[in-house]
Each structure stands twice: as C-alpha cells, then as structure tokens.
C-alpha cells in the first residue's frame, strides 16, 4: 500500500495471517486469491483470462521458464 504508515501495514499482514497463513500455491486455492484472479483476469486484455500466482521473482520466472518448456 503505497503512502500507508508502517502500522497500517502491520495490521493489514495481520488480519492476512489470521485468515491464511503461508503455503505453497501450486495445488490450492483461497477465497481471497480466486476473488483477486478474477478481478485481474477482467481486466486482462483480449482471451487473457488466467492468473497464476507466486510467490516471488524468482519463483515467477521459474514457474514460466517450466510452463514454457512444458507448452513446447
């Protein structure tokens, strides 16, 4: 959140992890994070219409790089 205080920042990862803490997202979903997808597949242009979420840079690039070769 940008512009947000430090303390507003703390409550709101709070609330996060009193409704889901961390796990791997490769075999799972929450409510949270299917709302979300489907607001962002929304906005995606054309039949762009999935949404694959992780949890960092680098686990995003890997993720591509292994549904590339997969896809070839």
């Not at 796990?23 to 979903?29: G, M, Q, R, T």
Request: glycine share 6%; charged share 15%.
């Amino acid at each position: 959140m940008v512009g947000a205080a430090p303390a507003e920042l703390a409550e709101t990862a709070y609330k996060q992890a009193q409704e889901l803490a961390y796990f791997p997202i490769w075999s799972y979903a929450h409510p949270k994070a299917i709302e979300l997808a489907e607001r962002l597949a929304h906005h995606a242009p054309g039949d762009l219409n999935k949404v694959f979420f992780t949890t960092g840079c680098g686990q995003a690039v890997e993720t591509a790089w292994k549904l590339a070769t997969h896809y070839f």
